[in-house]
């Protein structure tokens, strides 16, 4: 989702791009990675690249850390010999959600799940790999039109079934990938380079049933949404309760639109594509 809208965003800004899939480049390949870079010559390099299974993680951490941790590592280190500054994406799940305030770039970190972990594993590995020249962006629930996400998994079962349960004791910011990709581009083009963590993530917060409701609304379905609790799920990867982003950055960080005005745009583009 978010590397697709990045493309779209940065070929629309006129930037010169090297655009590299799963297919094309596989970031646990060390030597691979160097190849690429070496041969795109870039200014910046970000990586949009991650394993996103949270509940597959728990079972599946070896896999996780590889791509999430020492592949953003592999590509860090790649960028730094090259010449080329580093924009990592992280997120929210590095924290463990006791807090009732927004988090900011210097709160402790305490993963609760092994997706988690290899989140914070690649944070540490950039930082060590490139440590004069990346941004490490940390976001949250990010949901866009060029991918499986919630809104989309939302939409179906809400037109598949009368009445739907969905948490309402987690906390977050869903991000719009569109936004976020505008904001990473700004990143990468800003002078002086925005060094080190910052928070980027949809203005709002809301509940995953909140969330949930808000879709269906929108999508003019009729579906009841009603709340239910982390615990009836049983899934096996443990949420933070709270993982709302904010920033202490000033205004060296990119501020995002509120979630609803994501959602908004992401109807829009759904709606446009069927």
């Not at 010449?83 to 927004?102: K, L, N, Q």
């Not at 609304?217 to 982003?245: I, M, N, W």
Request: net charge negative; proline share 5%; hydrophobic share 40%.
């Amino acid at each position: 989702m978010l590397g697709h809208d990045l493309c779209e965003v940065a070929a629309a800004a006129g930037h010169e791009l090297s655009a590299f899939g799963h297919a094309q480049l596989d970031i646990t390949d060390a030597a691979a990675v160097d190849d690429a870079v070496n041969g795109a010559r870039p200014d910046v390099v970000i990586n949009c690249a991650a394993y996103t299974n949270v509940d597959g993680a728990e079972t599946d951490e070896e896999l996780a850390e590889a791509v999430n941790g020492s592949g953003a590592g592999n590509v860090a280190r790649a960028a730094a010999a090259a010449g080329a500054w580093t924009i990592h994406v992280s997120s929210d799940y590095v924290f463990d959600g006791s807090a009732r305030e927004p988090y900011v770039e210097s709160d402790p970190v305490g993963p609760l799940s092994a997706y988690g972990r290899s989140k914070l594993s690649g944070e540490r590995a950039v930082a060590e790999a490139a440590p004069q020249s990346h941004t490490i962006v940390r976001s949250s629930w990010l949901f866009g039109a060029s991918g499986r996400c919630f809104p989309a998994t939302i939409m179906r079962l809400a037109a598949e079934r009368d009445e739907l349960s969905v948490v309402d004791d987690q906390v977050g910011s869903p991000t719009f990938t569109g936004h976020l990709a505008a904001a990473l581009i700004d990143v990468a083009a800003s002078s002086p380079r925005l060094e080190g963590v910052v928070h980027v993530a949809a203005g709002g917060r809301c509940s995953w049933f909140e969330f949930a409701r808000e879709i269906v609304l929108r999508a003019g379905l009729e579906c009841d949404v009603k709340p239910g609790t982390t615990a009836d799920l049983g899934r096996p990867a443990p949420r933070p309760a709270f993982s709302v982003l904010g920033t202490e950055r000033g205004s060296d960080a990119p501020r995002l639109p509120d979630w609803r005005e994501g959602l908004a745009r992401y109807t829009s583009l759904t709606v446009l594509a069927r």
